[in-house]
């Protein structure tokens, strides 16, 4: 019951910090002076084309773009109703693309799902390498072992996430023959799912989930070493040791479970940081996930489908936090119990 | 020995002073800094990106002078010429520093630019030569650089790009952005930084309330598609200037939180202290006790883990300028250069373009071990 509660809890201030977020995204998308359509118009104006001009107009009474910015927030969200109802986010209406001239839901369909495939492969590839490598790291330190994971370690944090991409791209391609490119064969896209395309995904993934998990990695690993090598020092484990427990037992039995904790509830750090790696490494690399989108509808002022996006990566973020803080929950007894400390 | 006439006994033999006291007191007598210092210099990783770090930035200004082309001067015969190396050697005799002159010829098939060095005519550097003109540390005008190439030849010590630029020049005329890029950034995250973190520490209630929250929101979400929606509203016709400022404040603006945090935190455990309530009871104003007896406690840590963000805010701004939404063309910096290679073709055949990845990698390293040495020496509660 008490999990019940929390979990609750928790949802409710999830859903209020993502109508924070979408204020904040809204002011920043309007941040510039003009929008794609009134560009467009002054644009056509000045080639004297006027059968354009009345398009663009009709899209902006249409979009309520003509309104003042606040009620512009609101329909866009679905909180007041617009020319059609109430139609926006929490409706299901994701709005007009101008940029692509198609609804927002159409461009981006397919790319959410791979979107959130290829961040939880990260996350899976950075808990996958980390714990091992962490605990070896601590359990040999200052031997060849903790000092090439600590130096790879660090190179993985200072190389720029993009140049790692091209260069592994660059020699996967060469010497494994790894594709290049995209998510998945040209030929399965928009096919629908099967064993092969499902295994060509699969192909396509391994450099994006190795470049973007790769610093996430390195962080996560000297962190559970750090932990680690704090409780090693500890009476309890010199004890284990004076009675003959076996080391690799000891290791597992007693520190390794209270270092383990601050590595569940690191994801809240950890999750923004890998989708921020993977739109940037989207872009970089061509896959089809909403990275290369949302650079597009930047760079050209496409309101609808900028905000949908930075919504979609935020609350991507938001929602892996709250599920590694249930989690947390279910393991650690004192967070349900003792609340969050303030 | 004497009996004194209380019946104490004292050894009568003279007092010998105790010589290595000085020498073991020593450590206890000296100023703090020079405590941080020692301790500072056992972290031998640390000690040399330190000085990395300072040769780096002592540099900057003289970024001019050190480099044989300007940033944006072009060799229209040599674009995307190979990295020439210097030779001291000729045919086994000495003739000092010397390049091969390279002449360009274009290979029809493969499409792409051939250089072919002529072997013949070693061509001698000349040092404190006269160049183009450049301006030292932004307002001395001269044109004399360290080495130039003669006449008739080029010294391309890491290639050319797609238009005849100098890459190592680009380099290090870059470095004056990327290198500062970070220090802007870092002084806007310090102050909104350690502000806020006061304010919500020290009075507590609902202003900490509101702080945290902003805090938690900010740090949930993902920096770069933030960072890009906000540089994609800086505004086009801006100069170099203005959209290099814009870009450090939006890359310090993000940041933030995390320090706010460690200040709040350490707030929270000091304003409970006597030295707090004394100087309150002496009617001392919020802000003095906050900046007179609160911080001085830990300014020097916080100013350690800052050294540690500016790595991030390194890498976000060439992340940016790759992307193009961070600095603009005219304006050179390592993100800017590396734009160009943004394809596998440039990498496959001009591999040289990717080079300002290298210090990229080596500035980011420097500062992440420079910042842990810096921490490290001052925690006092260090083991």
Redesign the interface.
């Known amino acids: 019951m008490v999990i019940l509660r929390f979990a609750v809890f928790r949802f409710i201030t999830m859903l209020a ?1 993502l109508v ?2 979408s204020v ?2 809204f002011a ?2 309007n ?3 003009g929008d794609y359509l009134s560009n467009q118009i002054n644009e056509l104006r000045a080639t004297g084309q006027s059968s354009g001009v009345a398009k663009a107009e009709f899209l902006r009474t249409e979009y309520a773009l003509d309104r003042p910015l606040w009620n512009q927030y609101l329909i866009w969200m679905g909180f007041a109703p617009g020319p059609h109802g109430f139609s926006g986010l929490i409706q299901g209406e994701f709005g007009w693309s101008f940029e692509f001239d198609r609804p927002v839901s159409d461009i981006v369909g397919g790319a959410l799902w791979l979107t959130v495939l290829v961040n939880v492969a990260a996350i899976l590839f950075v808990y996958m390498v980390a714990l091992p490598l962490g605990v070896l790291a601590a359990a040999r330190s200052k031997t060849w072992i903790d000092y090439t994971s600590a130096f790879v370690g ?2 993985g ?7 790692l991409a ?2 592994l ?2 020699y996967g391609n060469r010497y494994l023959d790894l594709p ?1 490119g995209g998510l998945m064969d040209p030929k399965f896209e928009g096919e629908p799912m099967s064993y092969e395309k499902m295994k060509s995904v699969l192909v396509h993934m391994i450099i994006p989930t190795f470049v973007i998990g790769t610093s996430g990695a390195a962080a996560m690993m000297q962190r559970l070493r750090a932990n680690l090598l704090d409780e090693l020092g500890k009476p309890y484990v010199e004890t284990a040791r004076a009675k003959g427990m076996s080391e690799t037992r000891m290791l597992v039995k007693y520190p390794l479970r209270v270092a383990f904790n601050p590595f569940v509830a690191d994801i ?2 950890l ?7 993977s ?2 490494v989207s ?2 690399l061509g896959l089809q996930t909403i990275g290369p989108f ?2 597009t509808a ?2 050209s ?1 496409d309101l609808f489908l ?1 905000a949908f ?2 919504m979609f ?2 609350a991507l ?2 929602v892996g ?1 709250l599920i590694s803080d249930l989690l947390l929950a279910l393991l650690d007894p004192r967070i349900r119990f003792g609340g969050r400390s ?1 | 020995m004497t009996t004194l006439p209380d019946g104490r006994y004292v050894d009568s033999t003279p007092y010998e002073p105790d010589t290595g006291a000085e020498a073991r007191n020593a450590e206890l007598d000296m100023p703090n800094w020079m405590l941080v210092w020692l301790r500072f210099k056992e972290h031998r990783l640390g000690l040399i990106s330190g000085l990395f770090l300072l040769i780096s930035y002592v540099m900057l200004p003289f970024a001019g002078f050190i480099s044989p082309y300007t940033a944006n001067e072009r060799a229209p015969d040599h674009l995307y010429a190979s990295p020439q190396g210097i030779h001291l050697f000729h045919e086994g005799k000495l003739i000092g520093p010397y390049v091969y002159p390279i002449t360009a010829e274009v290979n029809l098939e493969t499409f792409s630019w051939e250089y072919t060095a002529d072997l013949e005519n070693p061509a001698k550097l000349e040092f404190f030569c006269e160049g183009s003109y450049y301006k030292l540390a932004g307002f001395i005008k001269s044109n004399r650089h360290l080495v130039c190439a003669p006449e008739g030849a080029t010294i391309f010590l890491f290639g050319a790009d797609r238009l005849g630029r100098d890459v190592f020049s680009r380099i290090l005329y870059g470095a004056q952005l990327s290198l500062t890029v970070g220090l802007v950034g870092i002084t806007v995250s310090f102050l909104i930084g350690i502000v806020l973190g006061s304010i919500a520490g020290y009075y507590g209630g609902f202003l900490d309330w509101i702080i945290n929250r902003v805090i938690e929101i900010l740090r949930s979400l993902p920096e770069l598609p933030l960072w890009l929606a906000l540089s994609a509203a800086v505004p086009s016709h801006w100069g170099p200037v203005s959209v290099f400022f814009i870009i450090s404040i939006i890359l310090g603006i993000l940041d933030w939180p995390g320090l706010a945090r460690a200040v709040r935190s350490k707030f929270l455990s000091l304003r409970e202290e006597e030295f707090v309530r004394a100087a309150e009871m002496m009617g001392a104003k919020p802000s003095r006790v906050i900046r007179k007896h609160l911080l001085p406690n830990f300014l020097s840590h916080l100013i350690a883990s800052a050294t540690l963000s500016i790595p991030a805010m390194i890498l976000g701004e060439t992340a940016l300028s790759f992307l193009g939404l961070g600095l603009r063309a005219p304006a050179v910096s390592w993100g800017v250069m590396l734009n160009d290679a943004q394809n596998l073709a440039s990498i496959e055949i001009y591999p040289w373009t990717a080079i300002p990845m290298l210090p990229i990698v080596f500035v980011v390293l420097a500062f992440n071990f420079f910042g842990d040495g810096l921490r490290d020496a001052l925690d006092p509660n260090r083991a």
């Open positions: 910090t924070v977020v904040m995204i920043i998308i941040l510039p002076p660090y190179l944090l200072a190389t720029p996430n993009f140049l091209l260069i791209f660059y290049i809240g750090t999750l923004p940081a890998m989708v921020s790696g739109v940037l872009v970089v949302l650079l930047l760079k002022q900028s996006v930075l990566v935020a973020t938001l936090t303030t």
